[in-house]
């Protein structure tokens, strides 16, 4: 198992959040793990993501999982749509986060899980933190893209 220090990243535009999106490519979560606090203007998430840095790409014998939480800040709204929301234990695969441009520095933050679904999350500006919340743990089988 990896020794390497936990992953902490922060975004504040759209640059960073493809650094984002990056170490996030099939990061599974709950549906129950995604949490929308509109007063606090905040969703969370939290995934368990491949730790696509350990270098194991390639390998389905070999790689590593890791808890971590994305959070994004100044958030105006958030739709779904193809999201089961029951039960809470339903599992979703990110894809992809993607940026279009809106009333600078807004603009839509767009969470792409396989299977067609979404999150859609309104922004007044890109502020979101990726990190790592636990120790990695071996899986056996890595990711594949065909």
Known sequence: MSTARPL???????????VLSAAL????AKIGDIS???AARRLTLTFNRFRWEAGAA??????ERVRCGLQFGCVLGVQARNL???PKNAVVELLALTFVPGEAPGGVVSLAFAGG???????????AA???LSAPWPTRHAPAHG
């Open 84 to 86: 089961r929301r029951e």
């Open 130 to 132: 990726l990190a790592d």
């Open 36 to 38: 929308y606090e509109a």
């Open 8 to 18: 902490q990243l922060l975004a504040q535009d759209e640059e960073d959040l493809g």
């Open 58 to 63: 390639g390998d389905a014998a070999a790689g």
């Open 25 to 28: 490519q099939d990061a599974v």
């Open 117 to 127: 679904g979404d999150l859609r999350v309104e922004v007044e500006c890109i502020e």
